[in-house]
T-cell receptor, first 112, second 116 residues
Framework: DAGVIQSPRHEVTEMGQEVTLRCKPI?????LFWYRQTMMRGLELLIY????????DSGMPEDRFSAKMPNASFSTLKIQPSEPRDSAVYFCASSLAPKPQHFGDGTRLSIL | AQSVTQLDSQVPVFEEAPVELRCNYSSSVSVYLFWYVQYPNQGLQLLLKYLSGSTLVESINGFEAEFNKSQTSFHLRKPSVHISDTAEYFCAVSGDSGAGSYQLTFGKGTKLSVIP
C-alpha cells in the first residue's frame, strides 16, 4: 500500500518567495496533520484536519502560513512570504482515528 | 490537556547491552500511547502502540514497552541493542480532542547511540 506521499522532498528558495508543500494522505484515512521539525523546537504540530475540516490551527506560526484540504486525498501547506526562520523539515501524517498516525518522508525546506 | 516527558535527551549504550528509554505522560482523558522511531533524514515510523488490552506491547525488532497507569509511564526497553537501533525515539500520547479527533502530543525525543 502507498504511504503518505509528500512533495517536493527538498525545496530551496529565496526569502520572500511563496512556498507550497503538498501531501497525499493514505486512502481511507480521515485525519491529516502537518508538523514542523527543527533542532531548536523539535516536532511541532502546525494544524490538523478531520474529514477535510481544519480542527486546530493554533500551531500555525503566523499569518504567513496557511493550509488547505480541498478533498480527502490532497492537502497543501503554503508559506507566503517565506523567511529564513521557516527553514525546517515539514511532515505530513494521516490516520484513521484513533489508529496511529502514518508519516510521510517530509519536505526539507531551506529559505536563503 | 496532554503532555509527554522524555527525561533523557541522549542515551549512549554499548552494542548488545540493554537499554531503557523513559517516557511519562499526563492526560485528563483516557489515552493511547505510542513510540515512534526516526532514522537520520527519514520520517517517523511507528515502533509500537498501546490502544487497549495487554499492558505489555512488543515490536517486531525486539523492543517492548509497558503501560503503567498508576505511574503514568510508557518506558521503552530492549534487552540487547544493535548498531542499527541508533536513531531518535519519540514517545507520544493521543486522546479524543473532541469531534472524534485524535491529536498526538510528542515528547522531545531521545537520541539513542549504540556504540560498537
Amino acid at each position: 500500500d502507498a504511504g503518505v506521499i509528500q512533495s517536493p522532498r527538498h525545496e530551496v528558495t529565496e526569502m520572500g518567495q511563496e512556498v507550497t508543500l503538498r501531501c497525499k494522505p493514505i486512502s481511507g484515512h480521515n485525519s491529516l496533520f502537518w508538523y514542523r521539525q527543527t533542532m531548536m523546537r523539535g516536532l511541532e504540530l502546525l494544524i490538523y484536519f478531520n474529514n477535510n475540516v481544519p480542527i486546530d490551527d493554533s500551531g500555525m506560526p503566523e499569518d504567513r502560513f496557511s493550509a488547505k484540504m480541498p478533498n480527502a486525498s490532497f492537502s497543501t501547506l503554503k508559506i507566503q512570504p517565506s523567511e529564513p526562520r521557516d527553514s525546517a523539515v515539514y511532515f505530513c501524517a494521516s490516520s484513521l482515528a484513533p489508529k496511529p498516525q502514518h508519516f510521510g518522508d517530509g519536505t526539507r525546506l531551506s529559505i536563503l | 490537556a496532554q503532555s509527554v516527558t522524555q527525561l533523557d535527551s541522549q542515551v549512549p549504550v554499548f552494542e548488545e547491552a540493554p537499554v531503557e528509554l523513559r517516557c511519562n505522560y499526563s492526560s485528563s482523558v483516557s489515552v493511547y500511547l505510542f513510540w515512534y522511531v526516526q532514522y537520520p533524514n527519514q520520517g517517523l515510523q511507528l515502533l509500537l502502540k498501546y490502544l487497549s488490552g495487554s499492558t505489555l506491547v512488543e515490536s517486531i525488532n525486539g523492543f517492548e514497552a509497558e503501560f503503567n497507569k498508576s505511574q503514568t509511564s510508557f518506558h521503552l526497553r530492549k534487552p540487547s541493542v544493535h548498531i542499527s537501533d541508533t536513531a531518535e525515539y519519540f514517545c507520544a500520547v493521543s486522546g479524543d480532542s473532541g469531534a472524534g479527533s485524535y491529536q498526538l502530543t510528542f515528547g522531545k525525543g531521545t537520541k539513542l547511540s549504540v556504540i560498537p
